[in-house]
């Protein structure tokens, strides 16, 4: 097949995870034998080849103009990939925003349409965005969300089910460490810490609470952002904030990590928890969106969204569990259910259903 996957960002330029996620499925895809064009945006136009997949880098003007209106880049960029997917023919486009799926069926394609956040309730969706979205699935021949839970709210803001076809996992990076963990709790959130929805500060309201139960806790920030102002003396003593450091270390941090915590809420997915399990890291995160398809009682544990106390007391827990000889081993093994062994087989089945729907 020849397929064109677009978004309007790229790994690792940015370092988020629908951006993983587009960036391993179009290197599967190649590996796989399908023609695959990466098509995305930047400063100037570049095309060039990175491991079998052609990078379609196309000019992205986004003016300040723009910017003051509120529209933004995910607005602008079907306007700016349409004349090249009117000009280039692929079997299937796999768009990964509303407007590029808009702009590929505008132009006689056959579209898989992937909404990569958790779609939000209807009070909260400005009205143009939920329009644009509506458009979005009427315009794709298939549509596909990142879990159950991405899906049912789909379903619920456009009238349509989408297919669920999760991200998948790089198993040949993100490898176990089979030993226990212990010594020293090792905390690790692995998240942009200036982001709102995956709730540092849960977590940093959590840490009181751990630091009297487990006084030689650290937690480490690597995502990127700095620390909000008037955090207790004990609780800034124990963080490090570390930024996400190259590529290659990022498999390592997991490793020596004794418990990822990923508090967010609305997580479509949660990359990070599959690639924490996958790396023998036992996981706590908040029981909201795709977390709970995710998290079993044998590798971490979920708590409600927004509850420090009951976050501290499932770090704790899970500190211990990580300390016992067969967690590493259950956490990687359930972390292999979302290989691209598994996963990428899927994708294939959504766009062959796009090419006869």
């Given at each position: 097949m020849?397929?064109?996957?677009?978004h309007?960002?790229?790994?690792p330029?940015?370092?988020?995870?629908?951006?993983?996620?587009a960036?391993d499925?179009?290197?599967?895809l190649?590996?796989?034998?399908?023609?695959t064009d990466y098509?995305?945006?930047?400063?100037?136009?570049?095309v060039?080849?990175?491991?079998?997949?052609?990078?379609?880098?196309?000019?992205?003007?986004h003016?300040?103009?723009?910017?003051g209106?509120?529209?933004?880049?995910?607005?602008?960029?079907?306007?700016?990939?349409?004349?090249?997917l009117?000009?280039?023919?692929?079997?299937?486009?796999?768009?990964?925003v509303?407007?590029?799926?808009?702009?590929?069926?505008?132009?006689?394609?056959?579209?898989?349409y992937?909404?990569i956040g958790?779609?939000?309730?209807?009070g909260?969706?400005?009205?143009?965005?939920l329009?644009?979205?509506?458009?979005?699935?009427?315009?794709?021949?298939v549509?596909?969300?990142?879990?159950?839970?991405?899906?049912?709210?789909a379903?619920?803001?456009?009238?349509?089910?989408?297919?669920?076809?999760?991200p998948?996992?790089?198993?040949?990076?993100?490898?176990?460490?089979?030993?226990?963990?212990?010594?020293p709790?090792?905390?690790?959130?692995?998240?942009h810490?200036?982001?709102?929805?995956?709730?540092?500060?849960?977590?940093l309201?959590?840490?009181?609470?751990?630091l009297?139960?487990?006084?030689?806790?650290?937690?480490?920030?690597?995502?990127?952002g700095?620390?909000?102002?008037?955090?207790?003396?004990?609780?800034?003593?124990?963080?490090?904030?570390?930024?996400?450091?190259?590529?290659?270390?990022?498999?390592?941090?997991?490793?020596?990590?004794?418990v990822?915590?990923?508090p967010?809420?609305?997580e479509?997915?949660?990359?990070?928890?599959?690639?924490?399990?996958a790396?023998?890291?036992?996981?706590?995160?908040?029981?909201?969106?795709g977390?709970?398809?995710?998290?079993?009682d044998?590798?971490?544990?979920?708590?409600?969204?927004d509850?420090?106390?009951?976050?501290?007391?499932?770090?704790?827990?899970?500190?211990?569990?990580a300390?016992?000889?067969?967690?590493?081993?259950?956490c990687?093994?359930?972390?292999?259910?979302?290989?691209?062994?598994l996963?990428?087989?899927?994708?294939?089945?959504?766009?062959?259903a796009?090419q006869?729907?």
């Open positions: 020849r397929i064109a996957i677009v309007p960002f790229s790994w330029e940015v370092r988020r995870g629908g951006e993983r996620y960036h499925l179009s290197a599967w190649a590996d796989h034998g399908h023609q098509v995305t945006g930047g400063p100037a136009h570049r060039r080849m990175v491991d079998g997949v052609r990078m379609v880098q196309l000019h992205h003007r003016g300040e103009r723009l910017t209106m509120g529209v933004t880049k995910l607005d602008s960029f079907g306007a700016a990939v349409l004349p090249w009117a000009r280039h023919r692929y079997d299937v486009v796999h768009a990964f509303p407007t590029a799926a808009i702009a590929a069926r505008l132009v006689r394609h056959r579209v898989v992937t909404a958790h779609p939000m309730e209807v909260r969706v400005r009205y143009r965005d329009r644009v979205l509506r458009a979005a699935t009427r315009a794709a021949h549509t596909t969300a990142l879990s159950q839970s991405a899906a049912d709210a379903a619920e803001l456009t009238g349509r089910r989408p297919m669920v076809v999760t998948g996992l790089r198993t040949d990076v993100f490898t176990p460490e089979l030993s226990p963990r212990t010594g709790p090792r905390l690790l959130f692995a998240a810490a200036g982001e709102p929805r995956k709730r540092l500060t849960t977590l309201a959590a840490m009181p609470a751990i009297a139960d487990l006084p030689d806790a650290r937690v480490r920030v690597s995502g990127g700095g620390l909000p102002d008037g955090l207790a003396a004990e609780v800034l003593a124990a963080v490090d904030v570390t930024g996400p450091g190259s590529l290659e270390d990022v498999p390592q941090l997991f490793r020596g990590a004794s990822t915590v990923l967010s809420v609305d479509a997915f949660g990359l990070v928890l599959v690639e924490s399990l790396c023998g890291t036992p996981v706590v995160a908040s029981r909201s969106g977390m709970p398809e995710i998290v079993t044998d590798v971490g544990e979920l708590v409600p969204p509850d420090p106390a009951a976050l501290a007391a499932a770090v704790i827990s899970v500190v211990r569990y300390a016992e000889p067969e967690t590493p081993k259950r990687a093994a359930h972390a292999a259910n979302w290989s691209w062994d996963v990428g087989p899927r994708h294939i089945a959504a766009y062959t796009a006869t729907a």
